[in-house]
Structure formats: C-alpha cells, structure tokens
C-alpha cells in the first residue's frame, strides 16, 4: 500500500498536466478557426467593395 500512497502525487500531476496540455490545445484550435472566418469575412468584403 505505501508504493500507492507515493505513486498518488505523480498521477495527480500527471492528470493536472494532462488537463492543461488539452485546455491549450483546443484553446489554439478555436483561436484558428475563429481568424480563418475572420479571414474570410474581410476576403469577402473586399471582394465586394471591387465589384
């Protein structure tokens, strides 16, 4: 049981960075994706102030 009770604080930190790395993932995918729309959207504008 002692070898649980030491084990115990690396698998918590484990699963706290785990979380985090996640968070920062999805976070960067929506900042993307939310630009590439922005993108779009002045493409279009600009596209329709030419013509």
Known sequence: MDFLVAL?????????FFIVI??????DRNERVARQRLE????????????
């Not at 115990?8 to 706290?16: A, K, R």
């Not at 996640?22 to 976070?27: K, P």
């Not at 002045?42 to 329709?48: F, L, Q, V």
């Open 8 to 16: 115990i604080p690396s698998i918590g930190v484990g699963i706290l």
């Open 40 to 51: 779009e959207e002045d493409a279009r504008k600009a596209a329709r102030e030419e013509g």
């Open 22 to 27: 996640r968070a920062l993932v999805n976070a």
